[in-house]
């Protein structure tokens, strides 16, 4: 793999831990990968499998099982960067690959949530229906943002602007699997009773945030978009 391919194979949607562990990592496994028969929606197929059972895994009663649990994540992360590089590197990109990829995050996404679940109910109670339907609007809250900011992007970017910066560069990548840090911390403390309320916090400061932002830098570009041209 040549120097004047590594620029190609990088996502722009990538999030920080994409940047800064999970790429890194993935570069390697992709050069050997390269040189076998393996096709990437296959690298994509084992990504999955190891995080879903990397997700199960977070809501063990024990440190070990939690250990095991975010060493499952971290290598499912690791081969789903690797997949889509080799992907590119092959010249073999499809809608079947890109179906599978964002299934494949689904899937690892709803078993670490189940087991979370699985362990608050072996653990202790289960946070009451009001604090869930609160926790279940701030993260309808914070998709229908960002997913606004995502479908605008190339209309808030004809104004340089420091909001752009915060929306891209650090509420965007908080999207990405960025945010299996929070129940993993909360699992490794011990402390996944604490989640749901942190959660539900976490989920309403991001959606004001970013569409406070998101207005501000729209109603710029709509003010500069209006401005006459002199003509020369």
């Known amino acids: 793999m040549s120097n004047a391919a590594e620029p190609v194979l990088g996502n722009p949607r990538d999030g920080y831990i994409d940047r800064v562990l999970y790429r890194p990592l993935a570069r390697p496994l992709t050069r050997a990968l390269l040189s076998t028969p393996i096709s990437p ?101 914070a998709f229908a943002a960002i997913t606004w900011s995502e479908v605008t992007e190339s209309r808030r970017r004809r104004v340089a602007r420091w909001e752009n910066q915060v929306l891209d560069g650090v509420l965007g990548p908080l999207t990405t699997r960025d945010w299996y840090v929070f129940p993993v911390a909360f699992a490794l403390a011990g402390r996944l009773g604490w989640l749901v309320p942190a959660a539900t916090v976490g989920a309403h400061i991001f959606w004001v945030v970013t569409l406070v932002l998101l207005l501000r830098v729209l109603r710029m570009s709509q003010v500069q978009g209006s401005v006459p041209r002199v003509r020369q």
């Open 41 to 141: 929606n296959a690298v994509t197929l084992g990504s999955a499998a190891i995080g879903v059972a990397g997700g199960l895994l977070v809501g063990s009663i024990g440190t070990a099982g939690v250990l095991a649990g975010v060493a499952c994540l971290v290598a499912s992360g690791i081969l789903d960067c690797s997949d889509g590089e080799l992907a590119r590197l092959r010249h073999a990109e499809s809608r079947l690959g890109h179906v599978l990829d964002v299934a494949g995050d689904t899937l690892v996404a709803v078993a670490l949530l189940a087991g979370i679940v699985r362990r608050l109910v072996r653990s202790g109670p289960v946070p009451g229906g009001p604090l869930l339907a609160a926790l279940a609007l701030g993260i309808a809250g």
